[in-house]
């Protein structure tokens, strides 16, 4: 069955250096989405991506991230100069185009540990 | 903007039935879904309800009024297993594009 892989599943930074968290979507989806979760508290919209562009941002997605597709398969989320508040689990999520349901499916999620 | 509301935490016997509740408020509703997620894994999909009525799959049925903005995830026949977080997520049509928004949960205990 298809899935969205993401690298890596857990990585540690030190407070203002850059993180790169990596998505690969189900290969026949055009939107692609982050999500985060800060522990104990509810799964958070950041940005959704179809077409080569952003479409959508919450107040969250400010100039400290950045999202890419730099080729036919990846999808990345760019996190400048992190923060101690950064840290949380980071979900990659795809969806199908058309009449479907529009389902998420979510990869396992990358944890960001900022110390 | 959107406004998601379940409870925060229900208890339920094994075997039994149990039912979550949600409302929502939204300027662009473009359908509710249900995902259930165990602790620190990710969410995974349960239901989709974008007209008024019940549907069922399996063990878990979704229902779901637009006109009051509201919808519950019944839950039949309780497992261990079901132990998780229940997340009720609101699709929000908004200019060309949607997003998917999600409440808070509703972390579901279950006794044997």
């Known amino acids: 069955e298809p899935e969205v892989t993401q690298t890596p599943s857990h990585q540690v930074t030190q407070m203002g250096q850059e993180v790169i968290l990596r998505c690969v979507p189900i290969s026949n989806h055009l939107y692609f989405y982050w999500y985060r979760q800060i522990l104990g508290q509810k799964v958070e919209f950041l940005v959704s991506?179809?077409?080569?562009?952003?479409?959508?941002k919450s107040e969250i997605f400010d100039d400290q991230f950045s999202v890419e597709r730099p080729d036919g398969s990846n999808f990345t989320l760019k996190i400048r100069s992190t923060k101690l508040e950064d840290s949380a689990m980071y979900f990659c999520a795809s969806s199908a185009p058309g009449p479907a349901t529009g389902e998420l499916f979510f990869g396992e999620g990358s944890r960001l540990t900022v110390l | 903007g959107q406004n998601i509301d379940q409870p925060t935490e229900m208890t339920a016997t094994e075997g039994a039935i149990v039912q979550i509740n949600c409302t929502y408020q939204t300027s662009g509703f473009n359908g509710l879904f249900w995902y259930q997620q165990h602790a620190g894994e990710a969410p995974t999909f349960l239901s989709y309800n974008v007209l008024d009525g019940l549907e069922e799959k399996g063990r878990f049925s979704s229902f779901l009024s637009r006109s009051k903005g509201y919808s519950y995830l019944l839950l039949k026949e309780l497992q261990m297993k079901d132990s998780a977080s229940y997340l009720c997520a609101v699709r929000d049509l908004m200019n060309r594009d949607d997003k998917i928004i999600f409440g808070k949960g509703t972390r579901l205990h279950i006794l044997p």
């Open positions: 991506f179809y077409n080569n562009e952003i479409s959508e």
